[in-house]
């Protein structure tokens, strides 16, 4: 039951809302987070991917239903192994919702820089006099 | 008790992990994304925020806990309005997380354009004939 409300909710039957919050979701733990690292490098097996973590496959098995489900990742059909492979969109999507905010940094930092400036050439005239 | 541990973990006395952890899920909500989209356009009080949601001061105030807690809000010290205001910080570390991924879809977005030229032009000569 649980096996196919992930299957009929994944990838993109949800709203962008939803899969926004999906994704945020499933970036919020360092192991899922690792886990779409190392398969920035390539495919892998749930064996692979259970390697480098101090983790059983289960519990691994569990962080990659969470990153099925926000369509972060895509798994093979070989029964044996289901290779998993990182999926884009969902990044870029998150990448876009980000970037509304971008000019508000740069902005700060551009009022830093500028304020480094200042202090910069008031200490040049005074270590001129 | 609550509110301690809320001032005591909030900003930048988390870990990186932890603090990527804390503003991915803050983020990983719709109310708190359009809470952020409303701050953009400068400080607002509680009862600011809470006058386009069909939500409760005491609802939006959990809200605003949780993006506190991330770093991703601060609160001014008047004790009345507690005005919030957006902290651009813990946004560009989850930016800086995510460009490392940006050259993956680039990749796959460039070999998509590249496959649609090659269609094109194969259309185009073949027009020609």
């Known amino acids: ?10 990838g993109y039957q949800m709203s962008s809302t939803a899969r926004l919050d999906a994704t945020f979701a499933a970036l919020a733990d360092p192991t899922r987070r690792a886990i779409l690292a190392r398969l920035v490098a390539g495919e892998a097996s749930v064996t692979d991917l259970a390697r480098p973590f101090a983790m059983s496959q289960p519990a691994i098995s569990k ?3 969470v990153l099925e489900r ?23 999507e998150a990448d876009d919702w980000l970037e509304k905010y971008r000019r ?12 480094l400036d200042e202090m910069k050439s008031a200490r040049r005239t005074r270590a001129r006099r």
């Open 70 to 92: 926000a369509g972060l990742i895509s798994r093979g059909r070989d029964a044996q192994r289901r290779p998993c492979r990182i999926e884009a969109r969902p990044l870029a």
């Open 1 to 10: 039951m649980h096996n196919l409300s992930v299957i009929e909710l994944s």
């Open 63 to 65: 962080h990659l239903k």
């Open 104 to 115: 508000l940094w740069e902005r700060r930092f551009q009022s830093l820089d500028g304020l």
